[in-house]
């Protein structure tokens, strides 16, 4: 909690003819990531990278073929549900006795397919081709083969009389008019200047013979059988897919393991006799694993625990309870946290819920936000997007809750009066009670900036002193409270000039000295020391210093931009409700009820894009708060993803 | 400068409407602002995201950014308004 795990750092060393035996076993207990092996100047001669154990290539082909079947088939390996677990020993016979044939019979339906494909794109152009030419009741051979005539053939805006003997067929009938001229070649000239004048666009006979209007029945038949053809041979693949998924899934997943089992030698260090290699595991893990090890080499193997020199080298796996565990996605989209600082997951996994409420405070909008995260689950399969799922359902029961205490529901009031500042707007003059209280809130929003950037300082000071050493650490860390004293310090002064509603108010404090009473000099003085504190750091950090109340007040989104999805929720009621469907009502007529059913789209359709905007407007500047405003006093990132060797066997089991 | 043929009336329902005006003008023009950078960056961010999925939140995150201007606009004429 509100540190990444803790990592211990290991070295192995072991004879090469132990090498297999250490690297199954650690990719069975999957704890260990290793440190890549990279040979530089100053490393020992006798080091070299590792080669592959023997069957390498073999593993590798085979992962292709099973990749290409599941290509062609459409079954993706992540989205596939575990229905049950096949045995390791199992898949490894299939892989001899029934792989061959299913990817003999796959590679022969998609050759047999795009054959089909390229077939029936053929005839498709040759019908569009022939078209404009069913229009005359020609042979296709009669409009080539002459020495003395010449034949037009083309698209024209109107029919055009020539002066010259010629015969002509002109149709408009098809797109963009269709004629065709025929004339002696001395002609040719004048003709040709004629029709272009009209806007003749020359079309191509085709290269066939016959009437147009059989050879486009003939085309027309191919392409039907063409792509029946590859209908029949799609639902032969979908046989295929739903008879072997499982099969090729377990396939791929132990090949994979092969694989990379097979390949881990390319990340160690090897001499002639010896390999080498460096890793991190947990600290909870550590004991068993070197236990583990031991035990199955005979202890031929020699480990050492490392000391933790650079904390940017250490890989980063988030600790935290279940219900922040989703939060993480957010965490991983601006970066992971570094070993050594605060991993805020905590803090966002309580903050973001309560910032996506305080905007989007409705129950309607949130009832429907956590239908649609809980419906969605079953669809999205990925981890990520069902993380964030998870996350989108809890910024959805916040939201009905603040919504309760907003009374809200699709922008109209609840039975009860707002339970804590109301939000309802005078739109179509429906407001109830005493109207949105909207400087309250405003307060209120710029309270939690201030708290929050607060916390956000803070927990600046504590990082500084575990991300630098000695000298800079403390200058970081004053520099940090020297922020916080710049924002406390022009708070006070504001607070010592003017009153402002649920801020105290000290304005009425006993004057000092220039026309400033206790508090605004305190303030001053604050203020003062602040921006010493920050410049003994580095003096160009002010021009920062406007950012203070830039970044304070960027938290008044969180009442700005519920508002105006409230006001959106309001102006489609009363449009929908107020101004299409109640008129109607009173009366109701045939005409009525079209427009009744009119009102009801309307109404649905503003809420469907509101609740859209509410979701993206909520999420994203909630989000953005923690980021920009947040993230920015204290949080550093960049660390490395933990990524342990070895694999948890989802489709198969040894 | 009173003008002798408005009434108190007058002037305060032209005061409302000064402050209508200068909510609407505070929301439009930053909501114009707003568009200006946001056009910069989303171009950016499209093509960043289509050279690599991942960084469609980053992407859209940098996106949103320069919203901060427009809910300034809405600050203000939400204060000039109530």
Excluded at chain 1, 422 to 437: D, E, F, K, V
Excluded at chain 1, 472 to 483: D, E, L, M, V
Excluded at chain 1, 590 to 601: A, D, N, Q, R, T
Aim: hydrophobic fraction near 45%; charge should be negative.
């Amino acid at each position: 909690m509100l540190r990444p795990e803790q990592m211990r750092r290991l070295l192995i060393a072991a004879p090469k003819g132990e090498i297999d035996t250490i690297i199954r076993e650690l990719y069975r207990h999957n704890v260990y990531h290793i440190e890549d092996f990279v040979p530089e100047s100053e490393s020992p001669e006798e080091l070299s990278i590792g080669h592959p154990l023997p069957g390498a290539s073999d593993a590798a082909s085979a992962l292709i073929d099973v990749r290409a079947i599941e290509k062609a088939c459409g079954i993706e390996p992540d989205n596939v549900e575990v229905r049950e677990k096949i045995p390791a020993s199992k898949v490894r016979a299939m892989i001899q006795t029934d792989l061959p044939a299913i990817q003999k019979t796959v590679k022969d339906l998609v050759a047999k397919r795009s054959d089909l494909e390229a077939c029936q794109k053929k005839y498709e152009q040759r019908l569009k081709e022939l078209e404009p030419f069913v229009a005359f009741p020609l042979d296709l051979e009669s409009y080539r083969g002459y020495s003395w005539f010449t034949v037009f053939t083309g698209h024209i805006t109107h029919d055009v009389s020539i002066d010259v003997p010629h015969e002509k067929y002109f149709s408009d009938q098809v797109d963009g008019n269709m004629i065709v001229v025929v004339v002696q070649n001395e002609h040719r000239e004048e003709v040709e200047r004629t029709l272009l004048d009209a806007g003749f666009q020359a079309v191509p006979v085709p290269e066939e013979s016959g009437t147009p209007a059989d050879n486009l029945k003939a085309h027309a038949e191919k392409v039907r059988k063409a792509s029946e053809g590859i209908a029949q041979i799609n639902k032969d693949i979908e046989k295929i897919r739903d008879r072997h998924t499982d099969f090729l899934v377990a396939c791929d997943e132990l090949l994979t393991a092969d694989v990379e089992r097979a390949e881990a030698p390319l990340r160690f260090a090897t001499t002639e006799e010896t390999f080498i290699t460096e890793g991190w595991v947990p600290d909870d893990q550590a004991a068993s694993i070197q236990e583990a090890l031991k035990k199955a080499t005979g202890d031929r193997i020699y480990i050492q625990e490392l000391e933790i020199e650079d904390d940017a080298r250490v890989p980063v796996e988030y600790e935290n309870p279940t219900f922040a565990t989703p939060t993480q996605v957010l965490m991983d989209i601006y970066a992971r946290p570094r070993y050594s600082e605060v991993d805020p997951t905590l803090m966002v996994a309580v903050v973001f819920p309560i910032f996506f409420g305080l905007i989007l405070g409705d129950v309607g909008y949130g009832a429907i936000l956590l239908a649609l995260s809980l419906g969605l689950r079953k669809i999205v399969k990925g981890d990520t997007g069902r993380m964030l799922l998870k996350v989108l359902s809890y910024a959805s029961i916040s939201s009905i809750i603040f919504g309760i205490l907003y009374s809200e529901i699709f922008g109209a009031a609840l039975p009860w009066p707002a339970l804590i500042f109301s939000r309802h707007l005078n739109i179509g003059g429906a407001a109830g009670g005493h109207g949105p209280q909207v400087t309250e809130l405003m307060v209120l929003a710029i309270w939690i900036g201030i708290l929050h950037i607060t916390l956000g300082r803070i927990l600046g000071m504590a990082n500084a002193r575990k991300l630098y050493r000695g000298k800079h650490a403390t200058k970081a860390a004053i520099a940090n409270a020297g922020w916080l004293g710049t924002m406390w310090g022009i708070l006070l002064m504001i607070w010592g000039f003017y009153a402002i509603p649920m801020m105290p108010d000290l304005t009425g404090l006993p004057v000092v000295a220039m026309g400033l009473n206790v508090a605004a000099m305190l303030g001053v003085v604050l203020l003062v020391a602040g921006i010493l504190a920050i410049a003994q750091e580095n003096p160009l950090e002010l021009v920062e210093i406007p950012t203070i109340i830039s970044h304070v007040l960027s938290y008044a989104r969180l009442v700005a931009v519920g508002l105006s999805s409230v006001a959106i929720a309001m102006v489609v009621n009363y449009i929908a409700i107020g101004m299409i469907i109640e008129p109607q009502l009173e009366a109701i007529t045939p005409v009525g009820v079209i427009i009744i059913i009119m009102g009801i789209l309307v109404l649905l359709m503003g809420h469907a894009l509101n609740t859209a905007l509410g979701l993206l407007g909520g999420g994203l500047h909630s989000i953005r708060l923690h980021y920009v405003e947040f993230f920015t006093k204290f949080y550093k990132g960049g660390g490395k993803k933990y990524n342990p060797f070895g694999m948890k066997p989802k489709f198969t089991e040894e | 400068m009173v003008d002798v043929g408005m009434t108190l009336e007058m002037v305060e329902a032209s005061q409302m409407g000064m402050k209508a005006l200068g909510a609407g003008l505070a929301v439009g023009l930053t909501g114009i602002g707003s568009g200006l950078a946001e056009m910069t960056i989303g171009s950016a961010a499209v093509g960043a995201t289509a050279e690599n999925r991942d960084m469609f939140g980053l992407a859209l995150l940098l996106t949103v950014i320069p919203e901060t201007i427009v809910i300034f606009g809405l600050v203000v004429a939400l204060l000039l308004l109530f």
